[in-house]
């Protein structure tokens, strides 16, 4: 016992000892991140290293839901188009070129000849066949299946139906055939989505959900897994049987799986990683101070939804008030701050599409618009918004009650909630007004559009237009780019009339990006494609 | 001594069991499932997963499965990340929280007992004050602040240690966040010891001591810490708890991988199989924390009886 009591003597020394290691193992590993830092080898090695966000669930392209996945599965994966990095403008993937019939409903695809899995295995017509039947048969959970839904039979199939009657031909191992529901012009860019690419059939029965670890998986992009260190790192090298291997200059990607968004800028700030695509809220003075602090558009909507089915909110002259009294200038300028764009209109602009105007900032009629509502007896007292908890978002939902209080002399709470009430009040409409966000798909307005229909999940407003959603069905038989377009902007009108939701703004692409990084694209998507990047000297 | 060893050894899984029975039941209270997204997941998908990992059976089921699974130690599949197994998962993360925690408790007390004993001895002197002021603020600034300070200063500023890269975090890194996540132990820990050693300085036994000529480091090293600890020892069995839970923030603000996160994070996903797995791995390790700490009194304290 007197023995153990000695060793309380030698604390004092211990602790220095500690405190010094601290430092001097530190002295080791400033000199590390500074000789990276600066580059100052002669030519700098093609290692990128980029922070991704969140450990991602799947690197299944069938089953991926989220960015974090999607990022890395772009890399690993390529469908029969594959997109621009800077436009995304579809290009030849897998299949080097397409035929389409008169009606713009049947594409006949024609497979490269060196198209191969990374195995070095040939990649055929059948295991494009093989993987959209996969992600259509119910029982493989794929939540993505709905991209799918745009040829001929596959929303029958993915509901129980046949395999056979589903419009996927092979005509021969290198020719494909798609009948589609009606003609679409953003089905070559849906192509490149990962849902629509192709998995080994081997790793899969062999190993199932398993199938993506790094000793396992076949993938047929221009990158390999080379290890998946969970929770740490990832890492991805070039996949030598890839087609367009040659104009490849990365040799190792690495994508960190790192959650906590202003350590992530610390070690942005420290040189060890090259790129962030996202910046601490608390910082955002000092961050857009940052020669390297890029803004790009973004092809997302952030906006409220107004529950349709409780008064008062059924009454769109209420919802049409609120949405009136919000001054969307004052939140972009002074509350998110990052260069948001004010959007009255739910769809995002986009090459083919300019979004008709909806209800701006004007507190007035807001003001007359609600006495109207009030005279008729209905006392509008408190309401609620709801929000996912969030600084930004608690920050707008703040921002907005004061307006309405001011404004309407409304009285209204803020609400914040963890993610899965927040979503489970939303789906239930167990809600006044919750916040929300959409990100596009492609760059069709039919991605947004789409959202508001009667029995859409996604609606989760209550609303419900039977002209909408014929309109809506009606939108996708037409061919002609400029009808599709008047059409949309009539649907977005419609849309706004009803205004089951108020738009805020649209949201951008933001981050951090070292100089010496090049091919590496802000476009509306977000979309990642490591094949252009490169690291200059 | 060696019954009540035998009564807490019958106790700890009854105990475990009502912890991993009340888990399983609440978490599949709480509002939300596992495949709840911003994007409404069609109905026969949902209706497919949850018939995957039985979710579409009744809880009584439920539970009746995961004990035939548990009792052959399988934990079952994380729903979140598909393809992963919740033992391969813990697997991975608990060490290097264990690693931490350890870490953090081993620093917590070398420089908690070793402030609280200088302190004492040295009693109203600037060093004392000094080392309270800092004891108390160690004790009111969170992790959340003290962290990312740290990671400022050694590393944004000084460059002193840099982040985990390509092969996990250097030593000196991991000391930064063990010093993080001890700092508040370290400094309860130093008020405790003061108080303790306070109250025994001056008492018989070490006036006798005294009497007899024995060396003044020696009574405080030898006779006296001994009484001290007892408060410092009781602080250490909840503190374990603290110290694991707390490792939540301290490896997300310094982006180590661990079982906190996982802890925390399986909860907010509704991953009902890696909630459980987690309670399971924290509360064992907490309830043999407890026990060590009881048997622990006995050793330092000779008045304590175990029966």
């Keep these: ?537 | 001594m060696g019954r009540y060893l035998l009564k807490r050894l019958i106790q700890a899984p009854i105990v475990l069991f009502l912890i991993v029975t009340c888990s399983f039941v609440l978490v599949r209270l709480a509002p939300g499932g596992p495949f709840d997204a911003e994007r409404k997941v069609p109905p026969e998908v949902e209706a497919a997963l949850n018939e995957q990992y039985h979710l579409d059976e009744s809880i009584p089921m439920q539970y009746g499965r995961f004990l035939l699974d548990l009792a052959q130690g399988d934990l079952g599949p994380a729903i979140k990340y598909p393809g992963r197994s919740v033992n391969a998962i813990i697997a991975d993360r608990l060490p290097p929280t264990l690693l931490l925690g350890g870490y953090a408790l081993a620093l917590a007390v070398l420089i908690g007992v070793t402030v609280g004993v200088i302190g004492a001895r040295l009693y109203n002197t600037v060093f004392d004050h000094a080392s309270m002021v800092f004891a108390l603020l160690g004790i009111s600034i969170p992790m959340f602040v003290v962290g990312p300070l740290l990671l400022l200063a050694f590393q944004t500023q000084w460059r002193l240690v840099s982040p985990p890269g390509e092969y996990g975090p250097s030593f000196a890194y991991l000391s930064l966040a063990a010093l993080c996540l001890a700092a508040p132990f370290a400094a309860r820990i130093a008020r405790l010891c003061r108080a303790g050693m306070l109250e025994v300085v001056n008492q018989d036994f070490a006036r006798t001591a005294r009497a007899k000529g024995v060396p003044e480091w020696r009574i405080v090293t030898v006779h006296c810490l001994r009484g001290a600890l007892t408060p410092v020892v009781s602080f250490l069995g909840p503190a374990v708890a603290s110290v694991l839970t707390g490792s939540l923030v301290v490896e997300s603000i310094f982006l180590l991988k661990g079982l906190g996160w996982e802890f925390v994070f399986s909860a907010i996903n509704r991953d009902y199989t890696l909630v459980i797995g987690t309670v399971i791995v924290y509360s064992s390790l907490l309830i043999i924390a407890n026990l060590i700490v009881d048997l622990c009194y006995g050793l330092l304290d000779p008045r304590v009886r175990y029966d």
């Design chain 1, 1 to 537: 016992m007197n023995r153990g009591m000695h060793t309380a003597l030698w604390l004092v020394p211990l602790i220095l000892l500690c405190l010094s290691g601290l430092t001097g193992c530190g002295g080791t590993a400033g000199d590390t991140t500074a000789s990276t830092d600066t580059g100052s080898a002669p030519a700098r090695e093609q290692h990128f290293i980029f922070n991704n966000g969140a450990e991602p669930e799947y690197l299944d392209p069938g089953k991926a839901t989220g960015s974090p996945g999607i990022r890395l599965i772009n890399q690993l994966f390529e469908g029969l188009t594959t997109l621009d990095p800077k436009t995304l403008e579809p290009l030849p993937g897998m299949a080097e070129r397409w035929d389409i019939d008169e009606a713009g409903t049947t594409w006949t695809f024609h497979l490269r000849a060196n198209a191969k899995w990374s195995d070095g295995s040939p990649l055929t017509a059948d295991d494009f066949r093989r993987s959209w039947l996969r992600v259509l048969n119910p029982a493989t959970g794929a939540k993505y299946a709905t991209q799918l839904y745009l040829i001929e039979g596959a929303e029958a199939r993915h509901q129980g139906g046949s395999e056979d009657a589903v419009g996927i031909t092979v005509i021969d191992d290198h020719t494909l055939q798609v009948r589609l529901r009606g003609p679409a012009p953003y089905f070559l860019e849906l192509l490149a989505f990962t849902t629509y690419m192709p998995v080994p059939a081997e790793p899969i029965a062999a190993h199932g959900d398993a199938w993506t670890q790094a000793d396992t998986i076949i993938g047929n992009g221009p990158f390999v897994l080379a290890e998946w260190a969970e929770r740490e790192r990832i890492v991805l090298v070039p996949n030598e049987h890839y087609h367009g291997r040659d104009s490849i200059r990365l040799e190792r990607i690495t994508a960190l799986p790192h959650e906590n968004i202003e350590s992530v800028y610390q070690q942005y700030l420290s040189g060890a990683v090259h790129w962030i695509n996202s910046v601490p809220a608390s910082k955002i003075a000092e961050v857009k101070r940052h020669p390297d602090f890029y803004t790009a558009p973004f092809l997302a909507s952030y906006y409220y939804r107004f529950n349709c089915t409780v008064a008062p909110f059924n009454d769109v002259r209420v919802r049409r008030a609120l949405t009136m009294a919000i001054d969307r200038q004052y939140l972009v300028d002074n509350v998110t701050a990052l260069g948001e764009i004010p959007a009255t209109a739910f769809t995002p602009p986009m090459a083919q599409y300019q979004p008709p105007n909806g209800l701006g900032y004007d507190p007035e009629g807001a003001k007359k618009l609600l006495a109207e509502v009030r005279s008729e007896g209905v006392t509008i007292d408190t309401v609620e918004i709801l929000f996912n908890d969030r600084d930004t978002h608690r920050k707008i939902a703040e921002a907005i009650a004061q307006m309405w209080r001011e404004t309407l002399g409304i009285e209204v709470a803020a609400r914040g909630a963890e993610w899965k009430s927040y979503m489970k009040s939303m789906d239930q409409l167990d809600y006044q007004i919750v916040r929300s966000s959409w990100v596009g798909d492609y760059s069709d307005p039919y991605t947004f559009l789409s959202c508001f229909r009667t029995d859409d999940g996604n609606n989760r407003t209550g609303w419900t237009d039977p002209a909408y959603d014929t309109a809506l069905d009606a939108s996708q038989l037409i061919q002609d780019p400029a009808k599709r377009a008047a059409a949309y902007t009539e649907l977005e009108q419609r849309l706004l009339a009803g205004q089951p939701i108020a738009p805020i703004y649209v949201a951008i692409n933001k981050g951090l990006k070292k100089p010496f990084v090049r091919g590496l694209h802000q476009n509306i998507r977000d979309l990642l494609y490591c094949r252009s990047v490169y690291l200059e000297d």
